[in-house]
């Protein structure tokens, strides 16, 4: 297992504008000002970059693998065009009932990325903007980091915030705290 730089990032709320109606076509994917650039930032700086995402659109018939791999394509399109790319993009497409071990706050996406890449997680960043994707970082001893952006200032003033945990107004925020 090799140490390298990595981020991990949740999609909806973090890279993009969330929505209590889902992300539902490429049309509704609509990058948060500054995040594309933080990515492509972050791999000019050596970082592995990897989206873990929850998607229970497709479980609830909101959205079909086809539709979900449109998005995908045009988060890539917009990212190409800053010079940058994801090292992986690892989803679950289960219900919050479904009893899976991949949707977050469990940790299988994240030993999914483990396999997959052949990297230690202990002290990478996870970054997302709910309570569910902070616990699921802590789980495999990554380091915690909530986004303002999205749920985040919900979940920031709830006030159940593990300890220990670094809070930024975007991810464009959390990569200046990050790079040098």
Known sequence: MQTKKMVVLDR????????????????????????????????????????????????????DLDMLQAIHQKMHLLLAEKGASLDGIFYCPHGPDDGCDCRKPKSGLLHQILKQLDVDLQGVWLIGDSLRDLQAGLSCGMQ??????????GTESKGQLPEGAFIFDDLASATNQLLP
């Open 144 to 153: 915690p980091v909530l986004v303002r952006t999205g749920k985040g200032s």
């Open 12 to 63: 909806d709320g973090v890279i993009n504008q969330d929505s209590d109606e889902f992300i539902k076509s490429p049309d509704e994917w609509i990058p948060i000002p500054g995040s594309l650039e933080a990515i492509a930032r972050l791999k000019r700086a050596g970082f592995l970059v990897v989206v873990a995402t929850n998607q229970s659109g497709i479980a609830r018939g909101l959205y």
